[in-house]
């Protein structure tokens, strides 16, 4: 059975265009209460979006390795920042809809990225 990388190279590039997209819809309702949040989801959600670029043509494998660690990155903040009392602002965070899809998303695009760099032999070389 013959796999279709660009399928999954779309499906990849599509989890991080929407986690991005997420990510900037939440700028303009938390800089007034957090500049470094409103900073954080303005840069991440712009790199999130920028990497459908290298996702979608298939460059090579750092620009994937670099995506994955973004990302994960991303995830680990979410989760750090959900804890009262931690290290990056000091409280808990709640856990909205919003939150959780955006953690979808950027699983997704983890799972598929980690699906391409070990089975696509475009992105391998």
């Known amino acids: 059975m013959k796999e279709?990388?660009?399928?999954?190279?779309?499906?990849?590039?599509?989890?991080?265009l929407i986690a991005g997209?997420?990510?900037l819809s939440l700028v303009a309702g938390?800089?007034?209460?957090?500049l470094n949040t409103g900073i954080l989801f303005l840069i991440g959600g712009l790199a999130q979006v920028f990497w459908v670029l290298p996702t979608l043509m298939g460059w090579n494998k750092a620009w994937y390795y670099v995506g994955v660690a973004g990302?994960?990155?991303f995830m680990i903040i979410w989760v750090i920042?959900?804890?009262p009392g931690n290290p990056i602002n000091g409280r808990g965070g709640s856990i909205g809809?919003?939150?959780i899809a955006?953690?979808?998303?950027?699983a997704a695009f983890?799972?598929?990225?980690?699906?391409?760099l070990s089975r696509d032999p475009k992105v391998r070389n």
Do not use: K, P, W, Y
């Not at 279709?4 to 590039?13: C, K, Q, V, Y």
């Not at 938390?30 to 957090?34: E, F, I, M, S």
């Not at 983890?110 to 391409?116: D, E, H, M, T, V």
């Open 4 to 16: 279709n990388f660009s399928i999954l190279r779309s499906g990849a590039a599509g989890s991080t």
């Open 21 to 23: 997209i997420l990510h």
């Open 30 to 34: 938390v800089l007034d209460r957090n």
């Open 71 to 73: 990302t994960v990155t």
């Open 81 to 83: 920042t959900r804890f």
């Open 97 to 99: 809809e919003m939150a």
């Open 102 to 106: 955006v953690e979808i998303f950027q």
């Open 110 to 116: 983890i799972i598929l990225s980690i699906i391409i």
